[in-house]
């Protein structure tokens, strides 16, 4: 059974520090790997997807890298501003080969920016 | 071009009851997946309907049904409710085969079921 888990569950940072959210999954046998971000009693959105077959992937000030044999991702965001206080999910495919299988998510890193 | 929707945002029932939740996917999305979010946790994968079958299934009780229709919007039924059940209900919509684009996937806003 995949199992994601995410390390720190909580950080809170000055704003304008560069951070790292990490993620690790149980089963290397993934089809893509997600971030998102979920503001407080909202729905999540997608900030990078990552295919099995790549390495990184990068939109604007975010960051995120896998390494899919030792089963890890991290989301990078530099120059963090108070916007980016929320929630961030990382999940990974159910991996049974189809394009848009289940998800398994992790709990979740919950982020505060300090002004 | 709306995202995806999702009716009601808020609900109360008594145990017991049985409650409906519907989605409309994204515009073009042919794919329709439910997912439960208790409070502090991360979503948990309910199931996936596609072409009006159920494709994949999450380890969820058969309390839990769903239903697709012909122009892909989605219904979630979850009989003899626990208090347990009380989560935000996730409706995520994509397509099942984006090609090499890869799978990016559209979340609503959820439904908050609260089961008293």
């Known amino acids: 059974k995949q199992e994601v888990t995410q390390i720190p569950a909580a950080l809170s940072v000055p704003e304008g520090e560069n951070l790292v959210l990490n993620c690790s999954f149980t089963?290397?046998?993934?089809?893509?790997l997600q971030w998102f971000r979920q503001d407080p009693g909202k729905g999540l959105t997608s900030l990078l997807l990552?295919?099995?077959?790549?390495r990184e992937q990068t939109s604007g000030r975010l960051n995120a890298s896998l390494d899919k044999s030792s089963g890890r991702s991290t989301l990078y965001i530099a120059a963090s501003q108070p916007g980016d206080s929320a929630t961030y999910l990382c999940a990974v495919s159910l991996g049974s080969g189809g394009g848009a299988d289940g998800l398994t998510f992790g709990k979740g890193t919950h982020l505060i920016i300090q002004p | 071009d709306a995202g995806v929707t999702q009716s009601p945002t808020h609900l109360i029932k008594t145990r017991g009851q049985q409650v409906t939740l519907r989605c409309s996917p994204k515009s073009g999305h042919d794919t329709v997946s439910w997912y439960q979010q208790a409070l502090g946790q991360g979503p948990q994968f309910i199931f996936q309907?596609?072409?009006?079958?159920?494709?994949q299934r999450g380890n969820f009780p058969d309390r839990f049904s769903g239903h697709q229709f012909p122009n892909y919007s989605s219904e979630l039924n979850v009989n003899a409710l626990l208090l347990g059940d009380s989560a935000l209900y996730l409706c995520?919509?994509?397509?099942?085969?984006?090609?090499?684009?890869?799978?990016?996937?559209?979340f609503g806003e959820g439904s908050w079921l609260t089961v008293v």
């Open positions: 089963d290397s046998a993934i089809y893509n």
């Open positions: 995520a919509s994509s397509l099942l085969w984006a090609g090499d684009s890869g799978n990016t996937i559209y």
């Open positions: 990552i295919q099995s077959s790549q």
């Open positions: 309907y596609y072409e009006e079958e159920e494709r």
